[in-house]
């Protein structure tokens, strides 16, 4: 119990959860858990029969959850669509972590790293991740110009992390967005990187790069979402297809990128 509540012990404890509650709780699946530690920060005082319903135990009624009514119905409905959207959105991170951390490791090695063919290996699923993203959490707001247009899809606020990684999943589904060649290096270093990695490790982000680790572990779940205030920007959605996810252990962080011969490692771009 202890290790899959790790994470939140410090909310559990400032909203003194009973044990009886973390018990039941720990026996959901991560994005559930996150789920319902968000609605206990927001001041709901859930009980084990709360928890057991939300994590898959016995329902109240046999009644689909897209059929119950009113505001809790709407809840529920909700809960069962964020769990999965972020369920996909954290296989998505991952499978552009994996393959970033590819494109660091070819930087440490002091040896080219083809755009195109890590553009090729993350662009779809960048712009899956994004298209996830906007539906988990940025805001929905009246037309930019239209008072009657249909409402638009905005995006957070680029000051906060939660924006940052927004801004640079839109720019990561579109190679054509991404820097030139000569400065593709320290982008991947300095703010790719640690953006995918705050998603998934929670690590933070800085206006620098962050140190160096060496720890290596088991990819991790998604973290929790914190919802800063929004700015509105209209955004795009995408339709690519999708492609095969795939999974490896955490990799180390660079902070510089290293030299060969005394020069700085160039970056080349595939034909």
Known sequence: MHERLQDHREQLIASAVLPTVMFELAKGEPAQIETLVARIAAGERLKVKDIKEAVGGKPKSDIPPLDVGGLAGLRKAAEIKLSTDIAEFEKRVKHILVHVGEALDTIERGKRVVKNKLAANIEIQSRHAHDLFKVIVAPIQPHSWNENGNWEIG?????????????????????????????????????????????????????????????????????????????????????????????????????????????????????
Do not use: C
Not at 186 to 196: G, M, T
Not at 238 to 256: L, M, N, V
């Open 155 to 271: 995006k957070l606020d680029d000051r906060t992390s939660w924006g940052k990684v927004q801004r640079l999943l839109r720019q990561l589904g579109g190679a054509d967005d991404w820097p030139p060649a000569k400065e593709l290096n320290s982008w991947l270093v300095d703010e790719v990187n640690p953006a995918l990695r705050f998603v998934i490790y929670r690590e933070p982000l800085t206006a620098t790069p962050l140190t160096a680790s060496t720890a290596a572990s088991e990819v991790e779940s998604v973290e929790s979402t914190e919802h800063p205030e929004a700015t509105m920007v209209v955004e795009t959605p995408s339709g690519a297809p999708d492609t095969a996810i795939t999974e490896r252990a955490q990799r180390p962080k660079i902070t510089s990128i290293p030299k060969k011969g005394g020069s700085q490692a160039t970056v080349a771009e595939a034909a």
